[in-house]
């Protein structure tokens, strides 16, 4: 009788895993966008792996990245204004003169990222010697 009740139980585990893993993948369709314009506006790229890219001027904006691991990342005067970069890890990414107005960036892992001349999330500019933060 308990053997029929764990495996339920574990039935209903995978079920719900698969149900909230499928919810945070990226669409497909935009990363290939991406790939192939440079751009996308308003894209669902979250949880994208995206290590060692180069974005360098890419339109992001409004782009949903949560989550996305874009380790080493060019993104150099990347345009990322409005973008959800929640829980993303950017470590060693350049983002130098990237647009981040109104990026939302809670959780985001910013170790080692270079921010020279970016524009902050309140529209501010960054100094030449932000390094992992803003510091105007």
Request: with cysteine; net charge positive; proline share 1%.
């Amino acid at each position: 009788m308990k053997k029929p009740v764990l495996v339920i139980i574990l039935a209903l585990v995978a079920s719900v895993s698969l149900l909230f893993g499928a919810a945070s993948a990226f669409n497909a369709a935009d990363l290939q966008k991406l790939k192939a314009t440079g751009s996308c506006v308003e894209c669902d790229l979250s949880g994208a792996v995206l290590i060692h890219s180069n974005l360098s001027g890419a339109d992001l904006s409004r782009a949903n990245l949560a989550g996305a691991n874009l380790t080493d990342a060019y993104l150099s005067g990347a345009n990322l204004s409005g973008a959800n970069l929640s829980n993303a890890i950017l470590t060693g990414a350049s983002l130098a003169h990237a647009d981040l107005f109104r990026a939302k960036l809670p959780g985001a892992n910013l170790l080692f990222v270079n921010l020279a001349g970016a524009t902050w999330t309140d529209r501010s500019r960054c100094g030449s010697d932000s390094s992992g933060s803003c510091k105007k």
